[in-house]
T-cell receptor, first 111, second 117 residues
């Protein structure tokens, strides 16, 4: 199976500071998905990366996929309390395929 | 974006009863849907792949006779937890890949919280 290691497991950051979450795969990925989840709720799609070296940004969130397509990072700039939640990376082996998830990173933003 | 709904959003049942959870793709067709389970403070674990018109594919360690999956149409998959026990209490989430048109992603339902007393 495709193993995904996510780090750190949890993160407490002061409002206005930047933060980075990493996701590493033992195998080359077809696609890497980033989701955000509030506890007890569904997943909110953030970004999907498919090409080696790809980088996408939306508002204050930037996600990158390395050239080997085995490592991705999610970076939040000038964090706000609204960024608090659980961030999950998920990997697919092929288009439309099931996702394997990392362990998640719990983010808390202190006002 | 595309929408996936789940019903019910939460359910409480007695031990030994069966519970059905529905997953619907509201504005796109899904020949495949996925069912995940999430325990408190843990990540999502894939339970099974629901295939329209054929049998579901279960992940290792998931009892197919306990978690019955039926993909009745291109927009509906159901997960029935049979003879539920307290250890089945969990957050169940479904997803459906949308690959047509502008979409190339997996859409997740809002989840169903099952509590078995």
């Amino acid at each position: 199976s495709q193993e995904l290691e996510q780090s750190p497991q949890s993160l407490i950051v002061q409002e206005g500071k930047n933060l980075t979450i990493n996701c590493t795969s033992s195998k080359t990925l077809y696609g890497l998905y980033w989701y955000k989840q509030k506890y007890g709720e569904g997943l909110i799609f953030l970004m999907m990366l498919q090409k080696g070296g790809e980088e996408k940004s939306h508002e204050k969130i930037t996600a990158k996929l390395d050239e080997k397509k085995q490592q991705s990072s999610l970076h939040i700039t000038a964090s706000q309390p609204s960024h608090a939640g659980i961030y999950l990376c998920g990997a697919a082996k092929a288009a439309g395929n099931k996702l394997t998830f990392g362990g998640g990173t719990r983010v808390l933003v202190k006002p | 974006g595309a929408v996936v709904s789940q019903h019910p959003s939460w359910v409480i049942c007695k031990s030994g009863t069966s519970v059905k959870i529905e997953c619907r793709s509201l504005d796109f067709q899904a020949t495949t849907m996925f069912w995940y389970r999430q325990f408190p403070k843990q990540s999502l674990m894939l339970m099974a792949t629901s295939n329209e018109g054929s049998k579901a594919t279960y992940e290792q360690g998931v009892e197919k006779d306990k978690f019955l999956i039926n993909h009745a149409s291109l927009t509906l998959s159901t997960l029935t937890v049979t003879s539920a026990h307290p250890e089945d209490s969990s957050f169940y989430i479904c997803s459906a890949p949308a690959l047509a048109g502008p979409y190339n992603e997996q859409f997740f339902g809002p989840g169903t919280r099952l509590t078995v007393l």
